[in-house]
């Protein structure tokens, strides 16, 4: 066989490997997510909250928080939101998970100015409560009472099981967790975020 033969045979033989390459880059990952879904598999690795699928665009109007100053609809759209919703007046429960959640804000360290937490109490509010909040948690925005707009924000929460909600700077609500989280898979779950989003 000749030199040149030998080279276009070499070419011939390289380039069906180069395609059977390609082929198999492109077909394995349909194959493995088609054998996921067959046989009902999740990796690891995915949140610790329920992820709202899809995620669910919020109407914000301009609502009164409890100090009277205007929450704006582009407030909610410049920063990651953890809201609690609760109608028990902030009783114990609720005060144990302020607390948790603003130790969670502060070990976001470098980001945690990205994220606000925002309770909502679609109730009438009691005063003394509201006081012991502020001074808590200066920077908890506080949404209190049974004005139209509370009423009306509040009720948008309803259509996905839990208490404890994350809303995304496009103003998504994108995921949910129940009543005693785990404060470590809700970090996990930020940083993640956090980490991975050029938004807020």
């Not at 998970?97 to 470098?110: F, G, P, R």
């Not at 139209?148 to 929460?157: A, G, L, R, T, Y």
Request: include cysteine.
């Amino acid at each position: 066989m000749s030199e040149v033969s030998m080279t276009e045979s070499l070419q011939k033989k390289g380039g069906r490997k180069i395609l059977l390459m390609l082929g198999v880059i492109f077909i394995l990952p349909f194959t493995i997510a088609a054998t996921l879904h067959l046989l009902n598999l999740k990796p690891s690795g995915h949140s610790y909250g329920n992820l709202v699928q899809p995620p669910k665009p919020l109407n914000f109007t301009i609502i009164q928080d409890a100090q009277g100053r205007e929450i704006k609809p582009d407030q909610w759209l410049k920063k990651w939101s953890v809201v609690t919703l609760d109608s028990t007046d902030c009783a114990e429960p609720c005060q144990a998970d302020m607390h948790l959640l603003k130790q969670i804000n502060t070990s976001l360290n470098k980001d945690a100015h990205r994220l606000q937490r925002v309770i909502i109490m679609p109730t009438e509010p009691n005063a003394d409560v509201i006081s012991q909040l502020h001074k808590r948690y200066p920077e908890l925005v506080i949404l209190a009472g049974t004005s139209p707009e509370i009423v009306k924000f509040s009720s948008q929460f309803n259509v996905v099981d839990g208490h404890i909600f994350l809303i995304d700077p496009l103003g998504n609500l994108m995921m949910s967790y129940p009543k005693n989280a785990e404060p470590k898979g809700v970090r996990k779950d930020l940083m993640r975020l956090l980490k991975n989003s050029w938004a807020g």
